[in-house]
């Protein structure tokens, strides 16, 4: 599950118009970073437009296999909206 956190008028969501939000870990120290889901269910946001989500607003996601301990992450990639 991803919840999503607070929106403001000026930002507080990621923009998707370039992909939907990944989550990301690294299985070593300074391996590289390994895209284990995306959340497909976010809506299609901008910059400028929050879609109407709330801080109520949660994601059900699927994550691949991974090592069963990573020593970074998990991480969500993808620019953040700003204003």
């Known amino acids: 599950m991803f919840a999503h956190g607070r929106t403001f ?9 370039g992909g939907k939000p990944q989550i990301q870990v690294r299985t070593e ?3 590289p970073w390994q895209t284990v889901s995306t ?4 809506p299609n946001t901008t910059a400028t ?5 709330t801080h ?3 994601f ?6 991974v090592a069963p301990e990573f020593a ?3 991480d969500v990639t993808l620019a953040p909206a700003a204003a």
């Open 49 to 53: 437009d929050d879609a109407g989500l």
């Open 9 to 17: 008028h000026d930002g507080g969501w990621f923009d998707t118009s």
């Open 56 to 58: 109520t607003s949660i």
């Open 29 to 31: 120290p300074s391996g």
């Open 60 to 65: 059900e996601l699927e994550v691949d296999d």
């Open 39 to 42: 959340l497909t269910a976010y």
């Open 72 to 74: 970074a992450g998990p």
